[in-house]
């Protein structure tokens, strides 16, 4: 039976103090009550789940963007990309996807391509579903330039209780299509900004898988023909 396809995943490293904080509070707690151990040994099994970091199959067609994280489609929409980034004032199409607490955490890429640009930013915490985190919560955005030259924006975006953004890559660096560069820990949000003339093929709704799920093919123009 291959790993994708068991409930048992492989852990990101991050995720091992966690889990050894969860399972030394559980073992308190077995002490103090068996129902509270009980309770804590479940909590570290999430804790666990939330760290994981499964292997995926990521498309080779040429010119699709995959999803760079797990979680659902929460807004398509006309945004500029983050000012710190230096793509210009004219909107683009931006698709959201919100990550729960039970999703994975680990990002990908959406495409190949030049980390030409990094930039991070300090804000709130709102609840990552909403419109105005893009503007107002703490950020970490990336421009990444595709190898037919048109760029793109992915930004990490902190959540209610997301209180890191994490990233392991640098300016300058090339990644390949769902390739991992980051993880935010505890809920959170991804923003990509499409290169003008590019549609999305993701309804609001819509469930991703980071590096497998299509959002778009750079070959298909804004009208969908």
Known sequence: MRMRDTFIKPMHPEGRKFVAIFAAIS???????????????????????FFRDPERVVPQRPGLLVSPADGIVSLIEPAVPPAELGMGPEARTRVSVFMSVFNCHVNRSPAAGELVKMAYRPGKFLN?????????????????????????????????VARRIMWWKSEGDHLERGERFGLIRFGSRLDVYLPDGVAPQVLIGQTMTAGESVIADLRSPADGA
């Open 27 to 49: 073992l308190v707690l077995f002490l103090i009550w068996d129902p509270l151990g009980w309770l804590g040994v479940g909590l570290t099994v999430w804790c666990y789940y």
């Open 128 to 160: 990552a579903s909403l419109d105005k985190a893009s503007e107002d919560n703490e950020r970490h955005a990336l421009r990444i330039r595709l190898e037919d030259g048109r760029e793109i924006a992915v930004v990490q975006i902190a959540g209610l």
